[in-house]
């Protein structure tokens, strides 16, 4: 299994960027997986998750409304649409993927996950 984010920048508050995690070796259907991010000195926070199957989505209360998970089977790919950004959203931003599997469920607790790609950073500045 292995998982590469990308898509992180430096943008404007209120700005938008979309990340993307390329996965391999699974079907991003087979897993639930998600978005995560870490700033210098926290504790990584979970922010948003897609359960395996039909794909139920959960967000953080910190996100809600202004990101959206998706996924697109076909380029087995992740997103993470990012809208009005703040600059309390600057971090690394990491996708993950969870060997544990329940029916339309996800979690965004980071320590359930097993595998991580490697992070992007994103910066939200003036």
């Known amino acids: 299994v292995q998982l590469q984010a990308s898509g992180g920048g430096l943008v404007q508050p209120g700005g938008s960027l979309r990340l993307a995690c390329i996965a391999s070796?699974?079907?991003?259907?087979?897993?639930?997986v998600g978005w995560f991010r870490q700033a210098p000195g926290k504790e990584r926070e979970g922010l948003s998750c897609?359960?395996?199957?039909?794909?139920?989505?959960s967000y953080t209360d910190s996100v809600k409304g202004r990101f959206t998970i998706s996924r697109d089977t076909a380029k087995n790919t992740l997103y993470l649409q990012m809208n009005n950004l703040k600059p309390e959203d600057t971090a690394v931003y990491y996708c993950?993927?969870?060997?544990?599997?329940?029916?339309?469920?996800?979690?965004?607790?980071?320590?359930?996950?097993?595998?991580w790609g490697q992070g992007t950073q994103v910066t939200v500045s003036s």
């Open positions: 993950a993927a969870d060997t544990l599997v329940i029916p339309s469920h996800c979690s965004t607790k980071y320590y359930e996950y097993d595998y």
């Open positions: 070796g699974f079907t991003l259907d087979a897993l639930p």
């Open positions: 897609i359960s395996s199957g039909e794909g139920t989505t």
